[in-house]
C-alpha cells in the first residue's frame, strides 16, 4: 500500500523519489535507476535493468545473489565477514575484506569509476582492462540468463499497479 501511495504522488504531481532500502525486490519494481552504496560510498550507478541484469561490482553480485527472487534456487547466498569500522575505514575498498574476488589493489587503493556504458558506472579494479577476467556468481548468471521473463513480470506488475492506482482515483 505504501508503494501504491508513493506511486499515486509520483503520477499526481510529477515528482522524483529518491528511495532508500535493501529490499532489491521493491527497488526492481520502483526504480527507474540505482544507485549501489557500500560503506557510505556509491559503488555502482545505473538503469535498473543496467544493475540488475548486468552487475559489475562484486558487492552488487554479492546483493543479487542474497535475494530471493523468480530467478533463484532455493539457496541464498550470505555476504561473508562484516562490514567494516567506517570510524577507522579501511585502505582501499571498503568491500575489499569481504570480496572473494579481490585483486590486490584492492586492499590498498580505492577503486575509480569505470564507464560500463553511457548510463552505468561502476567502481571496482575488475573492470580495469589489466584486470583477470572472472566468472559471475552462479544466482548473477541464473538472473542474466532469466533477464525476459522477469522484464515481462516487472512490466505486469507495473501494469497493474497503475491500473489500481487509476481505479482508486476515479
Known amino acids: 500500500q505504501i508503494l501504491e501511495l508513493i506511486e499515486k504522488l509520483k503520477v499526481e504531481r510529477n515528482l522524483s523519489v529518491i528511495f532508500i532500502t535493501h529490499d532489491l525486490g521493491v ?5 527507474n535507476r540505482i544507485a ?3 560503506a557510505g560510498k556509491i559503488v555502482e550507478v545505473g538503469k535498473a535493468d ?4 548486468n552487475p559489475k561490482h562484486p558487492y552488487t553480485w554479492a546483493l543479487l545473489s542474497s535475494m ?4 533463484t534456487s532455493k539457496h541464498l547466498d550470505a555476504i561473508a565477514g562484516t562490514p567494516p569500522n567506517m570510524i577507522y575505514p579501511p585502505k582501499g575498498d571498503a568491500f575489499a575484506a569481504r570480496n572473494p574476488y579481490a585483486l590486490e589493489i ?4 580505492q577503486p575509480p569509476f569505470f564507464k560500463v556504458s553511457d548510463t552505468h558506472y561502476a567502481a571496482t579494479w575488475l573492470l580495469h582492462p589489466d584486470a583477470p577476467k572472472i566468472e559471475l556468481p552462479a544466482a548473477v548468471q541464473t538472473l542474466k540468463a532469466k533477464r525476459g521473463k ?3 513480470w516487472q512490466k505486469i506488475l507495473k501494469i497493474t499497479m497503475y491500473l489500481h492506482l487509476k481505479l482508486i482515483h476515479r
Open 106 to 109: 584492492d586492499f590498498e587503493e
Open 36 to 38: 549501489v552504496m557500500y
Open 68 to 71: 530471493p527472487n523468480l530467478a
Open 27 to 31: 527497488v526492481a519494481n520502483v526504480a
Open 50 to 53: 543496467e544493475v540488475f541484469y
Open 150 to 152: 522477469l522484464k515481462l
